[in-house]
Structures are given as structure tokens and as C-alpha cells.
């Protein structure tokens, strides 16, 4: 089908900027892009009718790293990288409040807790043993260590992050909290570290808000549009999609995350699955906030009075690097039982689990996200290794920044 004169001269006008991903790190880039220069004309192309990677289907967390999390981090790409990876998420949370009200994205700072169990096993509600008992934190993390780490990591992230003072100090960020579990109701759990600075919102809303921003400053979004290929050249890039003419722009950017490697095959970025699930509501839930368990491999948080839990591909890491959006019974046998032995109190009735869903993270060799050239005029910003709600803000900076370059 050929494309209209009028076609032509709007959807089909050379841009300065395609992004492709309709996610947190392409709308927060068009974002930034268009408010720096409103004369620029963007394109966001986005294959799904929705944007269907990790976006809108993660747990709505607004977090950046629990303890246990950054002193692994620390030995997998050192302190320096650590602090660097968690300063861009914190103050890519600062940015999200400073845009957006919160009752806008529904953002509730009530705080969250780690979990720490004494225990290596979690037992299946038939007896057997569950998988959860591979690589807990139990087997990671030495319980004793936790009063020295809280202090070691408040001393190097608080002056890093520049968190509120008192009285010319810096108040701590983590704190241990192991009186509290009782109160919450947990069960096998040993210890408790707080961070006050952690809350929660809709993921989707914050999405929808930021399409509704940067579309009202005259961003395009196209979407069910595909990219099948893209041709770099001295004036920019063509880029061939499933509709009727190609594109033409002076740079391109790819934001798709889990997906990368399916435009740009040399990435060190692979799709990780991430499943989660909705209970129905239970009568007086303990807790309010997001909980972290196992390096943050297992989270939580309440939804109202629901209970949302997920996380647990440590269970069967081979099967979860796939692009698939199904839930598999052996990650969500897992999550139930961890529901049960350990978030529920004891004694509670099964609740009904009202909805389940996967999303796609992209994950690599370190934590770090990748904001890098590939080509001339093609550049990528990829790989939040489950943290694109927090770190999509600075991820856009920077790769404007090297566009800009």
C-alpha cells in the first residue's frame, strides 16, 4: 500500500531522533530530549499495542538496591561501580518525584525491609523440598555481618547519594530493624534491615503519564510498529519497520532492555523473566511497603490489601532467560510456598491468587546499564538489570549526553 502526500510529510517525515521501546528509558529519553530542545521532531516506535517488556509488568517498586544486593554487587563489579550504579537510580527516583505528583503515579514512601532467614530450606506444602533452597540469601549471606555492613554501606552511599541531613549529618539510609518481625508477622526470619528512603507506585500510570507528557510536546509514538532492520549512513539511519515506507532519522536509539540482542547481537544483555502474582485481598495484612529477600531475587509489597509477590528465577535460571510472557508452575509453586512459610503468618488460610504475569528484564555480566555507540548515528541504552523504574531517568541524560557528543 503506498502512503499518502499527507502521510508523507508527518508520519513519514525525516526525524532527529527514533526510539525504538515505548518503556521507561525511551519515554524518559524523549522526555528529557524534548524539553531541552522543543523544536526537535522524535518518533518512539513500540511493536506491541502496549509496552510489553518490563515497564508495565514489574512489581512498581521505587527502590535501589537492598543490603545483601549491594554487598554482592560490590564483589561482582567493585565499590566504585556500585556507587555509580546506585547514585543513578536514586536520583532517577528524585526525578520521577520532582516530575510527576504523587498521587498521579500512586507513590506511597512507606519504607522498605530485607529479609534475612537462619534457615537453607523452605519446605513445600507437600513436604518435599522446595528449589527455593538453592542459593537463598542463607547460603549467601552471614546474618552476623549485617549490623557491619549497614554501617559500611550507610558511611559510602549517603555522602554518594547526598540523602537528607540532620544537624549537619546524614541521616542513615538502612537500619537494622529485626525487632520488627514479629509485628509483620513473618515467619523463619532472623533479621530485618529497613531503608526508609524505598516506596512504591503504579508503574503503568507513571508509563501513561509520561506517553501523555511528551506526546503533548509533540512526540509521535507509533505503535505496533516493528523494527526489522536498520541501515546506518552519513546522513543518519533508515530504518525498515512493518509499515508502508521506511524512516528516515539523524540518530537512532535503541531502548528496548530484555530485547536488545534481537536488533543488536553482540549486546552482553539477555532477557530474564520476571513472574509475579496478585493475591485476593486478605484480612488484616500486617505490612505495608516493599520487602526484598535474597538479594532482592524475591520481593513483595502490599497492593491495598493484596498481597504481591515475585521474583524467584534463581530457582531455575536456564528456563528463566527466555522471552516467553508465560508463567511456569515451577517458578509460581515456588513463590507459594515462600508465601506461606515465610510472609504469611502462621496458620493462615491459602489465600486465592487472583492474577498472574511475567515481564522481560535485561540483564548481563554486571549491573551496570549499557549507554554506548554502536554505529554511526545508532546508539542503545539497555541492560537495567531489573531497576528500569528507578534508573531510566539518568539513563536518559546520558544518552543524550553521547548523542549529543
Not at 272 to 283: C, L, N, S, W, Y
Request: proline letters at 4%; charged letters at 20%.
Amino acid at each position: 500500500m503506498a502512503i499518502s502526500v499527507w502521510e508523507q510529510s508527518t508520519y513519514f517525515a525525516p526525524k532527529d531522533l527514533v526510539i525504538v521501546g515505548c518503556g521507561f528509558v525511551g519515554l524518559w529519553t524523549a522526555y528529557e530530549a524534548i524539553h531541552q530542545n522543543p523544536k526537535l521532531q522524535i518518533t518512539i516506535l513500540e511493536r506491541g499495542t502496549i509496552p510489553s517488556g518490563a515497564s508495565t509488568r514489574n512489581a512498581g517498586f521505587s527502590c535501589f538496591g537492598s543490603v545483601s544486593e549491594l554487598m554482592s554487587d560490590i564483589q561482582l563489579m567493585g565499590e566504585a561501580a556500585m556507587l555509580e550504579t546506585v547514585k543513578m537510580r536514586y536520583d532517577g527516583l528524585q526525578r520521577i518525584q520532582e516530575v510527576f505528583k504523587a498521587k498521579e503515579i500512586e507513590y506511597n514512601q512507606w519504607g522498605g525491609y530485607e529479609l534475612f532467614e537462619g534457615k537453607k530450606t523452605v519446605k513445600s506444602t507437600k513436604g518435599k523440598a522446595s528449589k527455593i533452597n538453592k542459593g537463598t540469601n542463607a547460603e549467601l549471606y552471614d546474618i552476623s555481618k549485617l549490623e557491619s555492613d549497614i554501617a559500611y554501606l550507610n558511611k559510602i552511599l549517603a555522602p554518594a547519594l547526598k540523602t537528607p541531613k540532620k544537624n549537619g549529618k546524614y541521616l542513615p539510609i538502612y537500619t537494622n530493624a529485626s525487632k520488627d518481625i514479629q509485628k509483620l508477622g513473618f515467619q523463619g526470619i532472623e533479621a530485618l534491615a529497613f531503608n526508609q528512603l524505598e516506596g512504591q507506585l503504579n508503574s503503568a500510570k507513571l508509563v501513561l503519564a509520561l506517553q501523555k507528557a511528551v506526546q503533548a510536546k509533540g512526540v509521535q509514538i507509533l505503535f505496533g510498529t516493528e523494527v526489522q532492520k536498520f541501515k546506518s549512513h552519513k546522513k543518519g539511519v533508515t530504518i525498515t519497520t512493518n509499515l508502508e515506507a521506511p524512516l528516515e532519522t539523524k540518530q537512532f536509539l535503541v531502548c528496548t532492555n530484555g530485547f536488545a540482542k534481537q536488533l543488536i547481537p553482540g549486546l552482553d544483555v539477555v532477557p530474564a523473566r520476571g513472574q509475579v502474582f496478585v493475591t485476593e485481598p486478605i484480612k488484616n495484612l500486617k505490612f505495608k511497603g516493599c520487602f526484598h529477600f535474597d538479594e532482592g531475587y524475591y520481593y513483595f509489597r502490599n497492593l491495598g490489601n493484596r498481597l504481591l509477590l515475585g521474583g524467584a528465577r534463581n530457582a531455575d535460571f536456564k528456563n528463566e532467560k527466555t522471552y516467553s510472557l508465560e508463567t511456569s508452575a515451577t517458578i509460581q509453586k515456588v513463590l507459594e510456598d515462600f508465601m506461606m512459610q515465610r510472609i504469611l503468618p502462621k496458620g493462615s488460610k491459602k489465600p486465592i491468587i487472583e492474577l498472574r504475569w511475567s515481564g522481560t528484564m535485561g540483564i548481563g555480566s554486571i549491573k551496570k546499564p549499557i549507554i554506548e555507540q554502536v554505529q554511526p548515528n545508532v546508539y542503545c541504552a539497555v541492560r537495567m538489570s531489573g531497576m528500569g523504574v528507578a534508573i531510566a531517568p539518568i539513563v536518559a541524560k546520558k544518552a543524550l549526553k553521547l548523542m549529543k557528543g
